[in-house]
């Protein structure tokens, strides 16, 4: 058996179920863990027991005083009985109205047997299977530490750890910082958005503790995280039914029903113990990873949710808007910009890892709101959220200024605004092709220190295209022949060929500009036309060429 053995199993039992048990009062406790079975007919039973069992009597020592009855219920009920169950062979034939209130109001299970029940061999089989299941949660639990050990000795960040807790209860599990950002969630028989809607409101409810235990409103299993002696966050298990590989109100190798949190609820209510262990070792192993990784939890959890919404890799717009909310960032009545900033090539790592800091800080002393994350080795992005009436300019040009103080010749790009989450995609890749069209230096206004999509013309978007081949075939079937009757002879024939195009076909100015007679320009204009099969006359064909020029400029990098 994969779990504890609870009261409705044990009554399942052949050697229970032979007497014919039923269910009086307490129907809804009878999933309550069996600890031990206890035979008993005395009247004050309980000073023996230390709660969770089964108390079994021929009900020959219950007392006739109803006030005596509830008494002996309630004392059974204090001590956390897991039920009663009477035989109704001897004394009684049906169950006195007086135990069954007592039992009804107190919430204990009470049971009857119908015939008789060898209560010898109740207690024989009952604890052959509670110690045959502590041993295999003794086994279950040294699998954990081996797990866990092995997690940590080979240096596995947070993700690995986290992932690896979920799977063995089979329950979702969310690392939050103290400041109640949810950094990563592993969401199991349940999804993101269920997960993690409205995180920041729920975990406030749940009240801090130095220790694990069960807290909050909705019953959550947490244990705190330290860094290097203080509390830095705390790890949390979300209630539900647990899948497979879960165990639920599993008993203790110790005998105890469970582990009390500072609520005063028994965790074995909603987690077993070895959900307690593996919570317990998760946190340990958390603390040990925070030591071990240099690289910030909150960066690394904005980095990849960026990532993940940049790739659309979510698995509906709900769980990326929750995701999002929970990581602090408005998912409502609010405007998105993304925001690209490319380092200098020639620049290391550490110069992104610099400017993703500077960034980082000067949003929080702005006060504005955004996700910021390397998205390669030497580009961030930055996904910023306004108010809808917030000028978006005014807010990505402070960021600009920012970016390329810290990183000199740091080119930043942006996409056009969204005004849904679902649209940041969109956003993202006009911010990437505004950077791919992005020339070294390329000039800008005097007045703005980042590049957007309405930067674009055609010298640009020709840039973005060099390493497509069709745009170098296209450059080399209009300009090569020119381009070789140069090299052979030694001729200017391109040159002047552009002095002509950037004159409109004004052949007069194009003399004028190239240094040459009207008669000179005439011969080579002839030559260029024989040489190229164009007619120069022709508006089409001069904006052909023209375009072809201006990719063979690209292409030659300049």
Not at 98 to 110: F, I
Not at 217 to 242: D, F, I, N, S
Not at 283 to 299: D, G, V
């Amino acid at each position: 058996m994969g779990r504890c053995l609870t009261v409705a199993d044990t009554l399942a039992l052949p050697v229970l179920a032979a007497g014919e048990p039923r269910v009086v009062t307490g129907l809804d406790h009878v999933g309550r863990p069996v600890r031990w079975v206890h035979i008993t007919e005395l009247t004050d039973p309980a000073s023996f027991l230390k709660g969770g069992e089964l108390v079994l009597t021929t009900g020959m020592p219950l007392p006739d005083d109803p006030t005596a009855v509830r008494r002996y219920v309630d004392e059974l009920s204090a001590v956390g009985a897991a039920a009663l169950v009477i035989e109704l062979v001897r004394r009684y034939h049906r169950p006195p109205d007086a135990l069954v209130d007592a039992c009804r109001t107190r919430g204990l299970p009470l049971v009857t047997l119908a015939k008789d029940v060898n209560f010898l061999e109740v207690t024989q089989v009952v604890h052959t299977l509670i110690l045959g299941n502590q041993a295999e949660a003794m086994r279950r639990t040294q699998r954990v530490h081996e797990a866990f050990t092995a997690l940590t000795l080979r240096g596995a960040g947070p993700e690995d750890v986290l992932s690896a807790a979920a799977r063995m209860c089979g329950r979702t599990v969310v690392l939050e910082s103290l400041v109640h950002r949810a950094l990563l969630c592993e969401p199991l028989g349940s999804t993101t958005e269920a997960a993690l809607t409205d995180w920041e409101q729920r975990s406030r409810a749940t009240p801090p503790a130095d220790r694990t235990g069960l807290l909050g409103p909705e019953g959550w299993l947490v244990a705190p995280v330290e860094y290097q002696g203080e509390c830095w966050g705390r790890v949390v298990m979300l209630p539900g039914t647990p899948g497979p590989s879960g165990t639920s109100g599993t008993s203790g190798p110790s005998g105890t029903s469970g582990t009390s949190g500072p609520s005063g609820t028994s965790v074995s209510e909603a987690f077993g113990p070895e959900d307690v262990t593996v919570l317990e070792r998760t946190a340990m192993a958390l603390t040990i990873a925070r030591l071990t990784h240099p690289t910030s939890w909150e960066r690394t959890a904005h980095r990849n949710a960026l990532r993940d919404l940049v790739e659309q890799r979510h698995h509906s717009p709900a769980d990326a808007r929750a995701r999002v909310a929970a990581l602090g960032l408005p998912t409502e009545h609010a405007r998105f910009v993304a925001v690209l900033a490319d380092v200098p090539a020639e620049e290391d790592e550490e110069d992104t890892v610099r400017a993703e800091t500077r960034l980082t800080e000067e949003l929080g002393t702005t006060g504005a709101q955004a996700l910021v994350g390397r998205l390669a080795p030497s580009r961030l992005g930055i996904l910023l959220a306004l108010r809808p009436s917030q000028p978006w300019r005014q807010a990505v040009e402070r960021l600009s200024r920012s970016a390329r103080g810290t990183v000199p010749g740091t080119t930043v790009s942006v996409g056009s605004p969204a005004s849904d989450l679902a649209d940041v995609a969109r956003s993202f890749r006009e911010a990437a092709r505004v950077a791919e069209a992005t020339e070294p230096g390329q000039s800008l206004p005097p007045d703005r220190s980042f590049h957007e999509r309405s930067d674009i013309g055609l010298r640009r978007l020709l840039f973005a295209l060099r390493d497509d081949p069709r745009v170098q075939d296209f450059t080399e079937r209009r300009l090569g022949p020119l381009l070789d009757h140069d090299a052979r002879h030694g001729t200017e024939l391109l040159a002047t060929l552009r002095g002509y195009l950037d004159a409109a076909g004004n052949k007069t100015v194009a003399a004028r500009a190239g240094g040459l007679s009207r008669e000179t320009v005439y011969q080579r204009l002839r030559a260029i036309e024989r040489l190229l099969g164009r007619d120069l006359e022709s508006g089409e064909q001069r904006t052909e060429l023209h375009v072809a020029l201006h990719a063979l400029d690209t292409l030659r990098g300049r």
